[in-house]
């Protein structure tokens, strides 16, 4: 049974374009790896067709796309090539949004924008009742922080690690302080405050809600690093993604964060979060 697909966005729309079955682990995965690297999008499907905040990261896109100097491509093309994409399968996606600087040849594309679909996998109801642990990952960096660069996403995959007290390596900085997880941004509490590394990690699109959140909440917002040594004085921390959603952080480097259980304003966030999606989530063409 096929459980990844691939489309290739054409003023026709969505035309699907095959994955080889026999290759070694993931189908999806491995076309990722084989074709031109430009820069993409990751997000997820609620209720089948509808995406949260797909302008942001059709913005995002756009600004990563000017930066690394691709193809132009049109957005009302996409979004119809989205929508048609969406609708041939039932159940919730994970979808990922490819702009190439040149077409993916080797999988007979003939543009430069492809969309990336499989069922949606969410972490296990424990990570978020219960938290998880992350560990800081000191020998992958992201080059270009300010681009969602898909070299990056398939240069974390060859890094391997224990997932029971490490749910996400976490990037530092050459003096210590922690940046974001290899696919997620990272994001303290320290009572009323919200930190989160102001340079060197990719805009995320979930973070910025947050912060939009947080602020609604009275909380003050400083885009400021936490360091591994402050790590004893936090009282909440979490880890921000437009798949997950806010994923509690009750153990970083073995040691516990608060009092090693998911904290009363990281709950409050995740249910506001899930609130402005349920509220704002919108078919690609509504």
Known sequence: MNHAWLYESTDQGARALPLDASTPGDPLDAAYASMPHGVYEGLRTHDGVRLFALDRHLERAAKGSKVRGLPPWDQLQLRRALDQALREHEGDLRVRIDFLPSPAVSLGGTGTVLLGLRPLVLPPPEAYELGVGVQPLRDLERKDPEVKGAAFATERIAHEWDPRDNYEPM???????????????????QGQVLRSAGGGVLPGITRQ???????????????????????????????????RGIVPIVRIANQSVGNGRPGPRVTELRDLLTRRILAEARPPLA
């Open 171 to 189: 990037l530092t900085s050459g003096s210590g302080e922690l940046l974001e997880g290899v696919s997620s941004n990272f994001i303290a509490i």
């Open 209 to 243: 809600v947050v912060f939009e959140l947080a602020a609604e909440l009275g909380m003050e917002v400083q885009e400021q690093a936490v360091g591994l040594a402050e790590v004893g004085e936090l009282d909440e921390a979490c880890l921000t993604s437009s798949v």
